[in-house]
């Protein structure tokens, strides 16, 4: 059983960075894909971005392109998303999920595909 846990979060301004991070267990997270998604009140939980298991490939929702990173440390069992020029519409509960094994080189961008969760950190952008 994989458990995750992020951290980071909080309540910035406009403009601001922030660097969330999820440090995960298990023997086998080199060869999970790794991403972040977001859910704001009322809405839908919904995919920022991805990385696969070795770290080299990365996809971005196009709201967050050029914005935000994703990294990830797999000596270290860890992935973070820098998240830089925050707006208030960045404003969520960020969650981060891996995938089962085998997606070494794939970025999954849909809840179906990935089957950890983390609790979720807060994220609050303010104008």
């Known amino acids: 059983q994989v458990q995750l846990v992020e951290s980071g979060g909080g309540l910035v301004q406009a403009g601001d960075s922030l660097r969330l991070s999820c440090a995960a267990s298990g023997r086998t997270f080199s060869s999970c894909a790794a991403g972040w998604f977001r859910q704001a009140p009322g809405k839908e939980r919904d995919f920022v971005a991805a990385?696969?298991?070795?770290?080299?490939?990365?996809y971005y929702a196009d709201s967050v392109k050029g914005r935000f990173t994703i990294s990830r440390d797999n000596a270290k069992n860890m992935v973070y998303l820098q998240m830089n020029s925050l707006k208030p519409e960045d404003t969520a509960v960020y969650y981060c999920?891996?995938?089962?094994?085998?997606?070494?080189?794939?970025?999954?961008?849909?809840?179906?595909?990935?089957?950890?969760w983390g609790q979720g950190t807060q994220v609050t952008v303010s104008s």
């Open positions: 990385t696969s298991g070795t770290g080299g490939i990365t």
């Open positions: 999920a891996t995938t089962r094994a085998g997606y070494y080189y794939l970025t999954p961008r849909t809840n179906l595909e990935y089957a950890y």
